[in-house]
Structure formats: structure tokens, C-alpha cells
């Protein structure tokens, strides 16, 4: 059974950090490319970083404040945000698809960030 587990979401300030974790099994994580995304109340869901799966390859929608890494003797993908604004509030949500196709694709149930004071 495909699983993806994240984690480490929460209630953070401006200017503060995070890092969320998505933990995956029931495939060959090592095979997949990883993608956080994130969607806000009334917005459509956006691509914030992803990285290819070997992890020599990664693409952001902000490189300055957040870094995407992954440890595929983990299984586990990670998301380090810097400099936290309340616009990054959302529920970010990880995404996994075999590397050099278009199926099969596999979503988590997503976490929520709030940025505020």
C-alpha cells in the first residue's frame, strides 16, 4: 500500500522556520521524483520545490528561503523554509511520480502551515 506521511507542519511567526517531512513507503522511493506543493484557502495548488530522485536535480518556486532535500536510504523527502511569511500559509502536500514518466503519481494528505503572529 503506496503511503505518503508528512509532517512538522504548524503554527509558526513571520521571519520564523520549518521543515516538513513526508515519509514514504509502499514503492521505490528511490526511483520517484519528489514535489511539495502547497494550496491556500481559495487558491489553486501550487508546485513549491521539487527535487529529481537522485536528488542531483532540484527546481523552486522561491531557492532563496526554501530547500528541498531527500535521504532515499530514508525514504523520506524534506522541505526547509526559511523567513516565513503569513502568504506561505497553506497545506503543503507532497507528491511523488516515477522519474521520466507520467504515472503512476501519488499525493499525501497534506499538512497545514500558518504563519502568524
Known amino acids: 500500500q503506496v503511503q505518503l506521511v508528512e509532517s512538522g507542519g504548524g503554527l509558526v511567526q513571520p521571519g520564523g522556520s520549518v521543515r516538513l517531512s513526508c515519509a514514504a513507503s509502499?514503492?521505490?522511493?528511490?526511483?520517484?521524483?519528489m514535489t511539495w506543493y502547497r494550496q491556500a484557502p481559495g487558491k489553486e495548488r501550487e508546485l513549491v520545490a521539487g527535487i529529481s530522485s537522485t536528488g542531483g536535480s532540484t527546481n523552486y518556486v522561491d531557492s532563496v528561503r526554501f530547500t528541498i532535500s531527500r535521504d532515499n536510504a530514508k525514504n523520506t523527502v524534506y522541505l526547509q523554509m526559511n523567513s516565513l511569511k503569513p502568504e506561505d500559509t497553506a497545506v503543503y502536500y507532497c507528491?511523488?511520480?516515477?522519474?521520466?514518466?507520467?504515472?503512476?503519481?501519488?499525493w499525501g494528505q497534506g499538512t497545514q502551515v500558518t504563519v502568524s503572529s
Open positions: 509502499g514503492f521505490t522511493f528511490s526511483m520517484y521524483r
Open positions: 507528491h511523488a511520480r516515477r522519474e521520466g514518466t507520467s504515472s503512476p503519481r501519488y
